[in-house]
C-alpha cells in the first residue's frame, strides 16, 4: 500500500468525521449547549431509526448477527482481560483499574465508528458495524456499569439497564422484516429514512460537544496504558478473533474496524457516576481519538486489501 494510497483513506475517510466533530466542539465551547438532552435524541430516537433501516436494507444473513454478537462479547471479554492482566502487573489501585478497564474494552463505536464504516466500507460495512454497536451498547449498559460499580450492581439493575437499550429493540424487528422480505409502505418507510439520516450527523456533532466539555487533568503514565491497549491491543485482538470465527467479506471488515475504534466517551459518565478515576477515562477517550487516524488509516488499507 503506497503513500498516497494511506493518504487518500486519511483524508476521504477519517479527515471528515474530525471535521464534522469538530462544528460539534466549536459549538461546544461557544455555545455551551445541553449535550446530554441532544444525545439522548440521539440515543433513543435516530440510532434505532439508523439500526432499523441499516438492517433492513442491507443482505444480512441470519448467521451474521450471531457471529457478531459473539465477536462483540469476545473481544470485549478479551479486551477486559488484557487490561486486567496488565492493571495487576503495575499494581494499580482499584479505581485506577476500573478506569483502565473502561477505557480498553468499551470502545466508540457509534458516534465514530459508524461513519468511518460507512466512508470505509460503504452501506454494506455500516450495516454489520451497526450490529456491533448495538451489541456493544447492552455490554456498556450491564456490563460496564457493573464493572464501573466495582460489582454492586444486581442483576436485576443490570437488565433494566438492557431493557432501556432502544436499538436492542430495532435489531429483532428489522432483522423480522428483512428474512420475510416484507416492504414497509412508504408513510412508515419515510419517516424512518428521515430519522435515520439524523443519527450520523447527529453522533458526531455530539462527539465533538463531548470532548469540548473533557477537563483533561490526568495521570499521564494510567492513560498511556489505556491509550495503548485501546489503540494496539483492540485491532489485534479483532484481526484474531476474525481469523478464529471465520469472518469474512463486509462482516470481517467491518467487526475488526469496530473492535479498533477509540475508548467511548460513555465510559466517562460511567466514571464520574461511580468515582472511577474519571480523569484517567477522559484522558483515554480524547488521546485514543486525536491519535486513533495512525492507527485505523493502516488498518482500513489492510482491510481492504485482504478484503
Known amino acids: 500500500m503506497s503513500l498516497s494510497a494511506l493518504f487518500d483513506i486519511l483524508l476521504n475517510n477519517i479527515a471528515p468525521v474530525f471535521l464534522a466533530a469538530a462544528t460539534g466542539y466549536l459549538v ?3 455555545l455551551k449547549p445541553d449535550v446530554r438532552s441532544i444525545s439522548r435524541i440521539t440515543f433513543y430516537i435516530f440510532s434505532p431509526a439508523l439500526v432499523f433501516r441499516a438492517i433492513v436494507n442491507s443482505q444480512l444473513s441470519g448467521g451474521e448477527f450471531g457471529q457478531m454478537a459473539l465477536f462483540t462479547l469476545l473481544v470485549v471479554l ?4 488484557l487490561a486486567l492482566l496488565v492493571g495487576r502487573a503495575l499494581r494499580y489501585p482499584r479505581p485506577v483499574m476500573v478506569a483502565l478497564l473502561l477505557s480498553v474494552m468499551f470502545v466508540n463505536g457509534g458516534n465514530f465508528g459508524l461513519p468511518i464504516n460507512l466512508y470505509a466500507f460503504g ?3 455500516l450495516a454489520r458495524a451497526v450490529l456491533y454497536f448495538a451489541f456493544s451498547t447492552v455490554l456498556v449498559y450491564s456490563l460496564g456499569v457493573f464493572i464501573a460499580g466495582n460489582g454492586r ?3 436485576r439493575a443490570a437488565l433494566r439497564n438492557v431493557a ?4 436492542l429493540y430495532a435489531l429483532p424487528l428489522a432483522g423480522l422484516v428483512q428474512m420475510m422480505g416484507w416492504q414497509l409502505p412508504a408513510p412508515l418507510q419515510r419517516p424512518v429514512d428521515l430519522l435515520a439520516g439524523a443519527a450520523i450527523p447527529c453522533m458526531l456533532v455530539i462527539l465533538g460537544m463531548q470532548l469540548a466539555q473533557a477537563k483533561f487533568r490526568s495521570n499521564l503514565g494510567a492513560v498511556s496504558v489505556a491509550a495503548g491497549l485501546r489503540l ?3 485491532p489485534a485482538v479483532g484481526l484474531l478473533l476474525a481469523a478464529l ?3 469474512e467479506g ?3 471488515q467491518a467487526a475488526v474496524l469496530e473492535a479498533a475504534m477509540p475508548t467511548a466517551v460513555i465510559n466517562t459518565i460511567l466514571a464520574v457516576e461511580y468515582d472511577a478515576s474519571p480523569e484517567i477515562v477522559t484522558g483515554a477517550v480524547v488521546i485514543t481519538t486525536l491519535l486513533s487516524p495512525l492507527t485505523l488509516t493502516p488498518l482500513i488499507a489492510y482491510l481492504r486489501l485482504a478484503g
Open 28 to 30: 461546544g465551547k461557544r
Open 78 to 81: 478479551i479486551s477486559g482481560g
Open 123 to 125: 452501506e454494506a460495512g
Open 153 to 155: 450492581m444486581e442483576w
Open 164 to 167: 432501556q437499550v432502544p436499538a
Open 232 to 234: 494496539l491491543a483492540g
Open 245 to 247: 470465527l471465520g469472518l
Open 250 to 252: 463486509p462482516l470481517r
